[in-house]
């Protein structure tokens, strides 16, 4: 059993600045990855940025720039600090971890408003 735990979620106007991160703990194993994924209203889940064990990192166009994933200091943990966020950022936000399994948190809220 895996467990994702995220925080750092909420509300920001155009412009600001957020931090998600996410802790896995359970019968990790060998990670693969770990990153983020998103999914706005009426839209499908997207992947917005991911870590891979050898620290290769893979961002969505639209967040290259703004986005950075890093790797925490503690075992099995993943930042994603969030720069200059756009209103079409907003959604809800899902940490996976792969060792190869997908393992899903349950998702955090970001809401950017205009």
């Known amino acids: 059993q895996v467990t994702l735990v995220e925080s750092g979620g909420g509300a920001v106007p155009a412009g600001g600045s957020l931090t998600l991160s996410c802790e896995a703990s359970?019968?990790?194993?060998?990670?693969?990855?770990m990153g983020w994924f998103r999914q706005a209203p009426g839209k499908e889940r997207e992947l917005v940025a991911r870590?891979?064990?050898?620290?290769?990192?893979r961002y969505a166009d639209s967040v290259k720039g703004r986005f950075t994933i890093a790797r925490g200091n503690a075992k099995h943990t993943v930042y994603m600090h969030m720069n200059s966020l756009k209103t079409e950022d907003t959604a809800v936000y899902y940490c996976?971890?792969?060792?190869?399994?997908?393992?899903w948190g349950q998702g955090i809220q970001v809401t950017v408003s205009p």
């Open positions: 996976n971890l792969a060792n190869p399994f997908n393992h």
């Open positions: 870590l891979t064990r050898n620290n290769a990192t």
């Open positions: 359970g019968s990790v194993g060998l990670v693969a990855m």
